[in-house]
């Protein structure tokens, strides 16, 4: 079943029980949460799971993740679910924290990349929850991006990367946080920290009372080319690459220094909530523009800033 591409933002009981028709069919839908958008199906159909691999020409060895509607039974997906789990789930659900736990021998092996473990997750958007809340019961969700491409924060990107291959995109507008989730694997008696995102490490600590190993080789997620510059070095560094004949977009915090026909500025808001706002909607534009080089002023080096500073890592 297709259901129209126009933009739905306050949605309809008939347009959401259209979207929810089409999930139970083994649709794909795209939908906004608060961190990116997610491409999502019903998490226990295999067609469905099979589909979000190929659209998003994904390798299907890596895992796809689960959005719940709130108060939904973590025991249909997940094993063993320890007192800190609960507690972190307790304390950051809804919002933008993926938890990794041992599956249920019912979750498919497939939506796990083959392995034991299952990522689940509780969006804290009115959309997402909406037709969370509607379908009752979890969505395959990664987010709704070619493997490799930038993720999508605004339904414009994703029906630039998916044209009308999916049954519906929701146009929510633009996502409220912008940077993607953080993840951490609560399988075991040692908690690590797989990805930094919209959640700082001491915000996690602070809630279980003890340190949390992180692992970097996750880190640094976007494949552009991305060169942070110290502030006092920006400029030069700005003349450097146009005297080089390369096509620039600079993301600053300052006002534009220089003017030049190859040359992008961009002030970006000095607040780190704002700016992981808008990241990915301007490295989308640089992306489009054909831009050679992207030079970023070196961000602060505190807790707000630890999840931009892992998505930009090279």
Known sequence: MKIAKEKINLMSEGQLQKLVFSLQQGGVIAFPTETVYALAGDARSLSAIKRIFRLKARPLTQPLSVLLPQNHDLAEWANDVSPLAQRLADYFWPGPLTLIFNKKASVLSE?????????????????????????????????????????????????????DELDAIVDGGACSIGIESTIVDVSSDSPRILRLGAISQEAIQRVIGSELVADSSVLGRIRLPLRQIERDELENSVHHYLNQGKSITVLARQPARVSHTNLIWITMPE????????????????????????????????????????????
């Open 111 to 163: 939506l796990s990349g083959g392995g034991s473990k299952v990522g689940l997750r509780v969006p804290d958007h009115p959309v997402a929850q909406s037709i969370l809340q509607a379908f009752a019961g979890g969505l395959a969700a990664p987010s709704a991006n070619r493997s490799a491409h930038l993720s999508p924060t605004q339904a414009t990107h994703v029906r630039q990367a998916f044209a």
């Open 271 to 314: 607040e780190a909530s704002d700016y992981g706002r808008v990241l990915y909607q301007h490295l989308h534009e640089a992306e489009k523009n054909s831009t050679t080089q992207i030079l970023i002023e070196s961000l602060p080096q505190n807790e707000a800033w630890a999840g931009i500073h892992a998505l930009l890592r090279s």
